[in-house]
């Protein structure tokens, strides 16, 4: 734990799925949230987008990301190899940016503490808690195509 201005920061990497864009950065794990916006759902093709906002300086970048400007007020980082959603960040204030949850190597360290942009929710994406699961070791096809490329599944 850092103790930056009386917050508990912890310093965490991680990265995009081919590895050429890593990063190490000072977060609070437990400032994320949704983002339930049109603009992040298309940037990382899922219902929502989960985030956490970092101070742009405590971003250590081992090899630089793509940057795409996603509408007239913001751009987003991404691997242009691999395609990752890296971030979002305003254009006009480069003090912060907000990174991908899932882009970081232990993304279950992080805990939601709001949703943004509530008006446009998947209201049927909102809890899915109550759909049946299954673990991806209980997916014989799944296990079998991993094997048969050579290496143990990966989750």
């Known amino acids: 734990m850092l103790d930056v201005g009386g917050l508990e920061m912890e310093r965490m990497s991680g990265g995009c799925q081919c590895?050429?864009?890593?990063?190490?950065?000072?977060?609070?794990?437990?400032?994320?949230?949704?983002?339930?916006?049109?603009?992040?759902?298309?940037?990382?093709?899922?219902?929502?987008?989960?985030?956490v906002?970092?101070?742009?300086?405590?971003?250590?970048?081992?090899?630089?990301?793509?940057?795409?400007?996603?509408?007239?007020?913001?751009h987003r980082p991404f691997c242009s190899h691999c395609g990752t959603p890296l971030g979002f960040a305003y254009l006009e204030d480069m003090s912060r940016i907000d990174l991908t949850i899932g882009s970081f190597d232990e993304p279950a360290r992080f805990r939601p503490g709001k949703n943004f942009a509530v008006e446009t929710m998947l209201p049927d994406w909102a809890d899915i808690t109550h759909l049946p699961g299954q673990r991806s070791d209980e997916n014989v096809d799944f296990v079998r195509r991993w094997h048969e490329a050579g290496v143990e599944p990966a989750g």
Do not use: N
Not at 35 to 44: E, N, S
Not at 55 to 69: A, L, T
């Open 19 to 51: 590895g050429r864009v890593r990063f190490t950065a000072d977060v609070e794990p437990g400032d994320a949230y949704a983002c339930h916006c049109g603009m992040c759902r298309k940037a990382t093709g899922g219902a929502w987008a989960a985030l």
């Open 53 to 74: 906002g970092v101070e742009m300086d405590s971003i250590r970048w081992d090899g630089k990301p793509d940057w795409h400007q996603s509408s007239a007020i913001a």
